[in-house]
């Protein structure tokens, strides 16, 4: 079945520190690929996303790339704020279905 | 536009007790998929409902139920709660649920259940 592999862990980076999140997955066919962020005691809200290779995702200074070659969709940021700490999650979605696969979420706290 | 709204957003009910969870997708939305967030299983999905029908459904016992209406509203159902059942429940909404460029997935803000 599908399946998302992240760094749990948490991450602890000063501010303006250049951000990297580890993404991997598993899926049949041609998924498409998400970051959300959950920030304490909030829902989920969409990042960023890609629906095929090589296509590049982007807000609010993230970036992520599909790359079918190494299964990978790694969440990246040049000069984190503080008010960026929260809870990332790297999930795919494959199918005629809404189902949402999702890797265990990277806890991102940023210290000034 | 306004989006997805779950209701409530907190609740605390009893071990042995039901409860129904609401959420109203964004407007035009036909897909709804529901979701239980805890923080030894993460993310886990429940089912999902398109034109009042349940299309995919997750591995949770049969006391997790669910059901949408014609409007697309959706709600969900826990009955004889367990202290594990102690979690944030998600509700997602898309136009039709399928992974096509334009269909993107949203969350609402979840409700959060405590079993005492």
């Known amino acids: 079945g599908d399946s998302v592999t992240q760094m749990e862990g948490p991450v602890t980076l000063s501010e303006e520190a250049f951000l990297t999140i580890n993404c991997t997955y598993t899926?049949?066919?041609?998924?498409?690929l998400f970051w959300y962020v959950q920030y304490p005691g909030e829902g989920l809200q969409l990042l960023l996303k890609?629906?095929?290779?090589?296509d590049k995702g982007s807000n609010k200074g993230f970036e992520a790339t599909y790359r079918k070659e190494t299964t990978s969709f790694h969440l990246e940021k040049g000069s984190v704020q503080v008010s960026d700490s929260a809870v990332y999650f790297c999930?795919?979605?494959?199918?005629?279905?809404?189902?949402?696969?999702f890797g265990i979420g990277t806890k991102l706290q940023v210290i000034p | 536009k306004a989006g997805v709204t779950q209701t409530p957003r907190y609740l605390i009910k009893t071990r042995g007790q039901q409860v129904t969870l609401s959420c109203s997708p964004i407007?035009?939305?036909?897909?709804v998929s529901w979701y239980q967030q805890t923080p030894g299983q993460g993310l886990q999905f429940l089912f999902e409902?398109?034109?009042?029908?349940?299309?995919n459904k997750g591995n949770f016992p049969g006391r997790f139920s669910g059901r949408q209406f014609s409007n697309s509203r959706s709600e969900m159902n826990v009955s004889t709660l367990e202290l594990g059942d102690s979690a944030l429940y998600l509700c997602?909404?898309?136009?039709?649920?399928?992974?096509?460029?334009?269909?993107?997935?949203?969350f609402g803000e979840g409700s959060w259940l405590t079993v005492v």
């Open positions: 997602a909404s898309s136009l039709t649920g399928g992974d096509n460029t334009g269909n993107t997935i949203y």
């Open positions: 899926a049949t066919g041609y998924p498409s």
């Open positions: 890609a629906t095929k290779a090589d």
């Open positions: 999930a795919l979605h494959s199918g005629g279905y809404q189902k949402v696969t």
């Open positions: 407007s035009g939305h036909r897909s």
């Open positions: 409902y398109f034109s009042e029908t349940q299309r």
